[in-house]
């Protein structure tokens, strides 16, 4: 099925909703709400202000070709604070800390199912909703499957503790650079903030988590035939590569990434950092990790440079993202948009508004699988739907984050997803067998979450 079904490249996707929104501008009426400062010196839209304007201008079609680099401008904040991400976690990567450290957590509960599934599942989690980490773990997918082989499981469980726990760990991330970060600074919200919710919110999701692999791998078990893959040739493990060991240096570079990360939070929290300290502590990441490892000063800034190189399509694709929000905004329709979204929104409670708001990304992601290109299209328009139907900002950055993250694990448009069902052999048919009913208890798990931080007025 995977090899009839061709998903288009993300940047094809991207354009061809830049044209989309380019007719938009042309065949919506242009309208506009009344907007005032709060407070906290944030702009938020007016309630029953919107109106129809009569003078808006239409824009040529030339425009899809001169808003790109006007959107990379727009967002070069974002950008550049990606490429330093990048740049840095390779530098991480290239001194093996990473994986000897995830290869030791795997190791040490190899002969224990329930606990390689939960060690497993909770170390992707953690790392991916810190770091952002998705494409590192491609590597440890023919680790995983001999293990759980070895065990009497299959494949499918073995990429299930992969995908499961990085999915989980971006849908509640704490202080992921790729989304939460970008998300909440479209949003204007403090970066970081309203953590506390989501590191409780981890518990429940994990445990939910948990339970659809350990429950689906006891059922192999207990009988081999019953496994999704057990016909399929290409699913059946490989031979899998020696982890480098956890020695002292890279023991010192964990300790080292550990700490960047503490001082991350109390930045963040304490001090108000924003993308410019940010994106310095991840720079003086790179020097020291660099430095511990006992690089050559020419390998440091090459990997460096290849691993910034390496977010470069993510890069183009924030700045093509931020096109298709720059052209709404250009043509007058997005606060048409806005009306139109809220309008039915605004007609029902607040509960019920935030799960619309959770419907809308999740049906999104199929089309924007990047996170961070998603928080740029969505959260122009979900933050003043928000301020209209009475759902604060950091309740719409959550349903943005349980639509992109939780997604992210079943959508074919994801090249994470495609790139580990590949290497491991599992067509995505079977793979959706096995993870649709655990996207449908996720789904209402964080409807149930997002009606409750409407209740404790989650901010």
């Given at each position: 099925m995977?090899d009839?079904f061709?998903v288009?490249?993300?940047l094809?996707?991207m354009?061809?909703?830049?044209?989309?929104?380019l007719?938009?501008?042309?065949?919506?009426?242009?309208?506009s709400f009344?907007?005032e400062l709060?407070?906290?010196?944030?702009?938020?839209?007016i309630p029953?202000?919107?109106?129809?304007?009569?003078?808006a201008p239409?824009?040529?079609?030339?425009s899809?070709?001169t808003?790109?680099?006007?959107?990379l401008?727009?967002?070069?904040g974002i950008i550049?604070?990606?490429?330093?991400?990048?740049g840095?976690l390779?530098?991480v990567r290239?001194t093996?800390?990473?994986d000897?450290?995830?290869?030791q957590?795997?190791s040490r509960?190899?002969?224990?199912?329930?606990?390689?599934?939960?060690?497993?599942m909770?170390?992707f989690?953690?790392?991916s909703a810190t770091?952002?980490?998705a494409?590192?773990?491609?590597?440890?997918a023919?680790?995983?499957i001999?293990?759980?082989?070895?065990?009497r499981?299959?494949a499918v469980?073995?990429i299930?503790?992969?995908?499961v726990?990085?999915?989980?760990g971006?849908?509640v991330?704490?202080?992921?650079p790729?989304?939460?970060l970008?998300?909440?600074?479209?949003a204007?919200?403090?970066p970081g903030?309203?953590m506390?919710?989501?590191a409780v919110?981890?518990v429940p999701?994990?445990?939910?988590?948990?339970?659809h692999?350990?429950?689906?791998?006891r059922?192999v078990q207990?009988?081999p035939?019953a496994?999704?893959?057990?016909?399929?040739a290409?699913a059946?493990p490989?031979?899998?590569?020696d982890q480098?060991p956890?020695d002292r240096r890279?023991?010192?570079?964990?300790?080292a990434?550990?700490?960047a990360l503490?001082?991350?939070?109390?930045?963040?929290?304490?001090?108000g950092w924003?993308?410019?300290?940010?994106?310095?502590?991840?720079l003086g990441?790179?020097?020291v990790?660099g430095l511990i490892a006992g690089?050559r000063?020419?390998k440091l800034?090459n990997?460096?440079?290849?691993?910034?190189a390496e977010?470069a399509?993510?890069?183009i694709?924030?700045g093509?993202a931020?096109?298709?929000?720059?052209?709404?905004e250009?043509?007058e329709?997005?606060h048409?948009?806005?009306?139109?979204?809220a309008?039915?929104l605004?007609?029902?409670?607040?509960?019920?508004?935030a799960?619309?708001?959770?419907g809308?990304?999740?049906?999104?992601?199929l089309f924007?699988?990047?996170?961070?290109?998603q928080?740029?299209?969505?959260?122009?328009l979900?933050?003043?739907?928000?301020?209209?139907?009475?759902v604060?900002?950091?309740?719409?950055?959550?349903?943005?984050q349980?639509?992109?993250g939780?997604m992210n694990?079943?959508?074919p448009t994801n090249?994470v997803?495609?790139?580990?069902?590949?290497?491991?052999?599992i067509?995505y048919d079977?793979?959706f067998?096995?993870i649709?009913p655990?996207?449908?208890?996720l789904?209402?798990l964080s409807?149930?979450a997002l009606?409750?931080?409407?209740?404790?007025?989650?901010?």
């Amino acid at each position: 099925m995977t090899d009839r079904f061709r998903v288009p490249h993300t940047l094809v996707l991207m354009f061809a909703m830049m044209v989309v929104a380019l007719v938009l501008t042309w065949i919506l009426p242009a309208g506009s709400f009344d907007s005032e400062l709060t407070e906290a010196g944030r702009e938020v839209v007016i309630p029953g202000t919107y109106q129809v304007l009569d003078d808006a201008p239409r824009l040529p079609p030339w425009s899809l070709l001169t808003v790109v680099p006007r959107a990379l401008a727009d967002a070069q904040g974002i950008i550049f604070f990606v490429l330093i991400i990048g740049g840095a976690l390779a530098v991480v990567r290239a001194t093996g800390a990473i994986d000897a450290l995830l290869g030791q957590v795997i190791s040490r509960f190899g002969h224990s199912p329930g606990m390689l599934i939960f060690a497993g599942m909770f170390a992707f989690a953690v790392a991916s909703a810190t770091l952002g980490m998705a494409e590192e773990y491609i590597p440890f997918a023919a680790i995983l499957i001999a293990l759980c082989v070895s065990m009497r499981m299959d494949a499918v469980a073995a990429i299930g503790i992969m995908v499961v726990g990085y999915g989980i760990g971006y849908g509640v991330a704490l202080i992921n650079p790729f989304t939460l970060l970008i998300a909440q600074e479209v949003a204007e919200l403090q970066p970081g903030s309203g953590m506390w919710y989501r590191a409780v919110l981890i518990v429940p999701f994990l445990a939910v988590g948990f339970h659809h692999v350990w429950r689906y791998a006891r059922r192999v078990q207990a009988d081999p035939a019953a496994s999704l893959v057990a016909d399929v040739a290409s699913a059946q493990p490989p031979a899998s590569e020696d982890q480098p060991p956890l020695d002292r240096r890279r023991m010192l570079v964990l300790l080292a990434t550990l700490g960047a990360l503490v001082l991350l939070v109390i930045g963040i929290a304490r001090y108000g950092w924003y993308l410019v300290e940010l994106g310095a502590v991840f720079l003086g990441l790179a020097i020291v990790v660099g430095l511990i490892a006992g690089m050559r000063l020419d390998k440091l800034a090459n990997t460096f440079s290849k691993g910034a190189a390496e977010l470069a399509g993510t890069a183009i694709l924030i700045g093509f993202a931020r096109s298709i929000a720059l052209l709404l905004e250009d043509g007058e329709v997005l606060h048409t948009i806005v009306h139109a979204l809220a309008t039915p929104l605004a007609a029902v409670p607040a509960e019920l508004s935030a799960v619309g708001m959770l419907g809308i990304q999740s049906l999104l992601n199929l089309f924007i699988p990047s996170g961070s290109g998603q928080a740029f299209v969505t959260m122009p328009l979900m933050a003043p739907i928000g301020d209209l139907v009475g759902v604060s900002r950091q309740i719409s950055v959550l349903a943005f984050q349980f639509g992109d993250g939780l997604m992210n694990m079943i959508v074919p448009t994801n090249p994470v997803l495609m790139g580990i069902l590949g290497l491991a052999g599992i067509p995505y048919d079977r793979w959706f067998r096995f993870i649709a009913p655990l996207i449908l208890k996720l789904l209402v798990l964080s409807a149930i979450a997002l009606v409750v931080a409407v209740w404790v007025g989650y901010q």
